[in-house]
């Protein structure tokens, strides 16, 4: 009888260990309060506070404020030295003192989980922080990136060296943060995590201390910057594309030339981004135009780019929720449970701890992966559709009469200025 | 030639006006959107007691060093033992302050006696890495009165808490900035002014 029933000791011994677990929990009063027969009072907690709310006002004055700047800096006084000092001046203030959060390029999550999420209300500041310098950006394209933006400022001042990258090399890293900023918004859209936020590379910096993956990150960046101008704002950063976009139809812009260009080609080696367009007079090439249906195909073709690649993110959905942490800690459960691996990490172990079930887990963990079922084809469409439209641009090719910055790649950084030899202003 | 020149660049400038008011929707819609979400309150991250399971990643995953974590009592919870869990390690020698018999390995609970058989347990901040083995200790044997918190005089409030990524138990999350502790102090919360409002317990 015992011998049959031997078998199952383990297990009954594991249900009372986790049942006497849940007792300990639920009761953790062991000890009643003491009855102090001395005059003893309680002590007072002091608790710190954090800076007053109205502190993150000053912060967003402080944005437009030096936005307005850079954006007179750069179109009516086109002063390079200027901007400089507003770099010196962001970097020392929303990078250093405030240690690089909240950033507008951040900013972009918390307002995707809180369109996606009813129950997040985002703070007044980074609603603020995300919508002032797009806004800027449509008036005077992005003197954000120039001047204002804490890691584009710390990559200006260190950019010594001009070295310029091959056009066709350029034009294929520059997809990349198109990819990052899809997956920024679909994974903080699900309330999963903010990647960017993860993987800045520059806070560990500000901050003076980090993880150590992140300072070597950051400094590899930096190094590279020396050389290769802003690698950061270049193949990666998020805000860049939407500051791309928007600067892209701006009312003013920073012009190379402050009168007439005379087609000189001064300003031709002075940008170390690649982003000035050539113009087309001296050359005289006619420029073949692409036929109607040409165009109809091309548009096409953008079409089932996107289509596809919102199929290709439909089916790879599962595979990107497994980075969210619900559902590896239901594959890790799961695991097992079905194939007797065990399960060893801090999550499982809290999760053994507390009173949730397994079905809630799994439950839990099936809502997730729909979630990212969900807008994961919308990531795709808009991948597809944004590096379609990027190869036609390429492709199109209209005729320049002048020197010209390409207005969505330009971060206004304004070192054009002095390589353009006309310098007083005709009005 | 000229002509198509000027064709051209007036098609340009529609484009763009046209670009420009397409973008200036979306621009627009989004505070509107957000218009009744939006709070002017700021938030801060706090851990819920309750969730937490003092596993020690507060102390390695805080973006500061030491990290923005520390154990606080709740001292109208607290037992005043004078065998605390929490205080003396287990199997120690003797029921003293000796360092080798305290469980806190930074030292940072100092023992204060009040009256027999009572002791006052208090926790030095300064010397208090967020370690959670005296939290584990005196939830598993004792009150469970010590328990983590995010001390916002120490908290740099980033965007996204790199301990809350990765909190085993979700216990870290976003509260108003004007509650910012979630103290296990009774159902006492602390508001802004620091006093302490015993709030209505909901259960």
Not at chain 1, 120 to 142: K, T, V
Not at chain 1, 167 to 174: D, I, M, R, S, T
Not at chain 1, 365 to 373: C, K, L, M, P, S
Request: overall charge positive; proline content about 5%; aromatic content about 12%.
């Amino acid at each position: 009888m015992i011998k049959k029933y031997s078998r199952y000791l383990p297990y009954f011994l594991i249900a009372v260990m986790l049942i006497w677990h849940s007792v300990l929990y639920a009761q953790q009063m062991r000890y009643p309060r003491p009855e102090f027969e001395t005059q003893y009072t309680y002590p007072e907690y002091q608790y710190n506070y954090q800076r007053a709310p109205y502190w993150e006002y000053l912060d967003v004055a402080v944005l437009i404020a030096a936005l307005s700047i850079t954006s007179w800096l750069v179109i009516k006084k086109r002063s390079r030295q200027g901007i400089m000092w507003v770099s010196v001046f962001s970097l020392a203030y929303f990078g250093f003192y405030r240690q690089g959060c909240i950033c507008a390029v951040g900013s972009i999550q918390n307002v995707s989980l809180a369109l996606f999420n009813s129950d997040y209300s985002i703070p007044l500041s980074a609603l603020l922080f995300f919508l002032i310098p797009l806004i800027f950006a449509l008036f005077s394209g992005r003197v954000f990136c120039a001047g204002v933006c804490p890691l584009g400022a710390i990559q200006e001042l260190t950019g010594f060296k001009k070295v310029k990258v091959n056009p066709k090399l350029e034009a294929v890293l520059g997809a990349i943060p198109y990819v990052y900023l899809g997956l920024a918004v679909l994974y903080s859209a699900v309330g999963s995590q903010f990647i960017i936020c993860r993987y800045d590379p520059f806070v560990g910096i500000f901050r003076l201390g980090g993880p150590y993956t992140i300072i070597i990150f950051g400094a590899l960046l930096l190094i590279t910057g020396i050389y290769i101008n802003r690698p950061y704002c270049r193949y990666l950063c998020p805000y860049g594309v939407l500051q791309g976009f928007f600067s892209r139809f701006s009312w003013k812009h920073l012009t190379i030339t402050p009168a007439e260009c005379r087609n000189c080609r001064l300003c031709e080696p002075s940008c170390p981004y690649g982003v000035i367009l050539p113009s087309d007079n001296l050359k005289n090439t006619e420029v073949t135009e692409i036929g109607r249906k040409m165009k109809l195909i091309y548009g096409a073709l953008i079409l089932m780019m996107g289509l596809s690649l919102a199929y290709f993110f439909y089916n790879t959905a599962p595979l990107l929720a497994r980075m969210d942490k619900r559902v590896s800690l239901a594959r890790e459960i799961r695991l097992e449970k079905e194939k007797g691996i065990k399960a060893v990490s801090e999550a499982a172990q809290a999760f053994n701890e507390s009173a949730r079930t397994e079905e809630e887990l799994f439950e839990e963990e099936v809502a997730v992966i729909n979630r990212f079922r969900a807008g994961a084809p919308w990531v795709g469409l808009f991948l597809g559709l944004s590096l379609g439209i990027r190869f036609y641009r390429r492709i199109i090719r209209h005729p320049r009469t002048e020197y010209e910055p390409d207005r969505g790649r330009c971060v206004s950084c304004g070192k054009c200025f002095e390589y353009c030899p006309v310098k007083i202003k005709t009005e | 030639m000229e002509k198509r020149e000027n064709n051209i660049k007036s098609r340009r400038e529609f484009f763009r006006k046209a670009g420009r008011i397409t973008l200036a929707v979306p621009l627009l819609s989004i505070p509107a959107l957000l218009a009744k979400k939006a709070y002017s309150e700021v938030y801060v991250w706090q851990i819920d007691p309750y969730k937490c399971t003092a596993c020690g990643l507060c102390k390695t995953s805080c973006v500061l060093t030491p990290s923005a974590v520390k154990c606080t009592n709740a001292y109208e919870m607290c037992g005043y033992c004078d065998f605390c869990p929490g205080f003396l390690r287990q199997g120690a020698r003797a029921y003293d302050t000796g360092a080798e018999n305290q469980l806190c390995p930074v030292g940072a609970i100092k023992r204060k006696f009040v009256e027999e058989p009572y002791f006052e347990y208090t926790i030095d901040e300064e010397l208090c890495d967020a370690c959670g083995k005296c939290v584990q200790a005196c939830s598993d044997f004792g009150n469970g009165s010590l328990h983590l918190q995010i001390m916002h005089g120490l908290c740099v409030n980033c965007n996204q808490c790199r301990i809350a990524r990765v909190c085993p138990s979700d216990a870290i999350k976003r509260v108003p900035a004007d509650v910012p502790y979630m103290s296990k102090d009774l159902n006492k919360s602390i508001t802004r002014k620091g006093a302490a409002q015993t709030k209505k317990t909901e259960s």
